[in-house]
């Protein structure tokens, strides 16, 4: 069993900051890629920021120049830096992990963390 729990979600008003973190604990083999999506009330669920082990990273087009994404390799974390929030980055953000359990690898999701940007 693999788990993913997310931390750092809250209100904060319009230019300001919030740092997300998540952890991955259980039966990991391996951990290849780490993420963060956000789903927006009536939205599909989308990508907001992806990591590689080997340290790729890819931006939503929206959040380029103000989210920073980073990862622990050895420590199983990854975490996103958020700066100069906008009302439109209020969403659910969700935690993601590509994880060999086992003899597969599988994309885990955490329980999700709200973030509201509101004056």
């Known amino acids: 069993q693999v788990q993913l729990v997310e931390s750092g979600g809250g209100l904060v008003q319009p230019g300001g900051s919030l740092r997300l973190s998540c952890a991955a604990s259980g039966s990991i083999f391996n951990l290849r890629a780490m993420g963060w999506y956000r789903q927006a009330p009536g939205k599909q669920r989308e990508l907001v920021a992806h990591?590689?082990?080997?340290?790729?990273?890819t931006y939503a087009y929206s959040v380029k120049g103000r989210f920073t994404i980073s990862s622990d390799n050895a420590k199983r974390t990854v975490s996103l830096q958020m700066n100069s929030l906008e009302p439109e980055d209020t969403a659910v953000y969700y935690c993601n992990a590509d994880v060999l359990a086992g003899t597969n690898w599988r994309t885990y999701w955490g329980q999700g963390t709200q973030v509201t940007v509101s004056s």
């Open positions: 990591i590689t082990n080997g340290g790729s990273i």
